[in-house]
């Protein structure tokens, strides 16, 4: 079913806003203690009509990490069945539409034990180069997500090997780098798995910057002929509903310098129950979107900065104070 062009009541009295608006716009939500936020986000259809008899089904329901977060049947991304087995199409994951790319995500849970070869099986199928970790495997004591991938070495996952190439861990995040090899084929992939760690146990980030850094590795190691990113946390929802939205956004800017996150939220939960789970993750996504789009991408590489410092010293062309002046007032926004 194709989502591109989906329209709801709410999708209208909630038109895209221009860039050059949107700090006006956020501050008009944010006033009387934020009461036009919280009231636009509960305006926005949770997109329930949809059937999940595949989710519901018993051979299905211990491959659902929540009871209450399924899989529609009309978005569901479905394997390859095994042997004619019940069930074995089934995986909790639906296709989310990007910025003009249908299909462009599959949004996930995070993986069982029951399901680590599901999953691989569908990176594999769905010939996806990056997976997306918006979670820790462990938050509170709790288990948020099971580990699908190996520390080191190989491991066999149903028909799916996946060997460790390579670990980069840094501040916020960390990049995996995997080998995958199917039983029975001589195709060898590779896909990198990249995990961010700076999201709280509770709430959201207080600053957008780590995620807006995060967002920039991951599209750029992205090929622009790879299948559908995989983005997962522990529901598949939440967070993985904001660097969605915020990614798609992000390429909206660039082309029609407008933001729609109302109606892509919406257009998400179409595809796929609860998508942006909180208001908190709804005003995040507006503020990480305002600073990208105030500020830019400030992050320099080590061996450049010297240089870089040189520069915003002088002033640049047209004014009068220098750059370090102007991105300092950036930053107070």
């Not at 062009?5 to 944010?30: F, S, W």
């Not at 305006?43 to 211990?62: A, C, H, L, R, Y």
């Not at 622009?224 to 983005?231: E, H, K, L, R, T």
Request: aromatic share 10%.
């Amino acid at each position: 079913m194709r989502r591109l062009n989906y329209q709801t009541p709410g999708m209208r009295e909630h038109p895209p806003i221009p860039v050059t608006e949107m700090a006006d716009h956020i501050e008009r939500l944010k006033a009387n203690d934020g009461l036009r936020f919280s009231q636009e986000y509960e305006s926005i259809d949770p997109g329930q009509q949809f059937t999940w008899e595949n989710s519901n089904m018993e051979v299905n329901k211990p491959k659902n990490r929540y009871a209450n977060v399924i899989a529609y049947d009309h978005s569901r991304v479905v394997l390859t069945s095994v042997d004619a087995v019940p069930g074995s199409d089934y995986i909790n994951s639906n296709y989310i539409d990007g910025y003009r790319k249908q299909n462009a995500y599959i949004a996930t849970q995070g993986p069982l034990p029951e399901t680590l070869s599901d999953f691989w099986r569908m990176v594999w199928e769905q010939r996806s180069n990056t997976i997306v970790m918006m979670t820790r495997l462990e938050e509170k004591s709790r288990v948020k997500c099971d580990q699908y991938w190996p520390v080191r070495g190989t491991e066999t996952y149903g028909m799916i090997q996946v060997t460790m190439l390579d670990t980069v861990e840094l501040a916020t995040y960390s990049v995996r780098t995997f080998a995958l090899y199917k039983n029975g084929s001589s195709e060898k992939r590779e896909v990198r798995q990249f995990q961010f760690m700076a999201w709280p146990d509770h709430g959201v980030p207080e600053y957008p910057t780590p995620i807006l850094a995060f967002l920039r590795r991951v599209k750029a190691c992205n090929p622009s002929d790879a299948g559908p990113m995989v983005v997962h946390c522990s529901a598949g929802v939440g967070r993985t509903g904001c660097f969605i939205v915020i990614d798609a956004m992000l390429e909206r800017m660039k082309h029609e310098k407008s933001v729609d996150i109302y109606g892509h939220v919406t257009c998400m939960r179409a595809q796929r129950n609860y998508m942006v789970q909180t208001e908190d993750q709804y005003i995040f996504i507006h503020e990480a979107l305002l600073e990208a789009a105030t500020c830019g991408n400030t992050e320099v590489p080590a061996r450049n900065l010297y240089a870089h410092i040189q520069k915003l010293t002088q002033p640049p062309p047209g004014e009068t104070v220098t750059a370090m002046e102007l991105e300092f007032k950036c930053a107070e926004i």
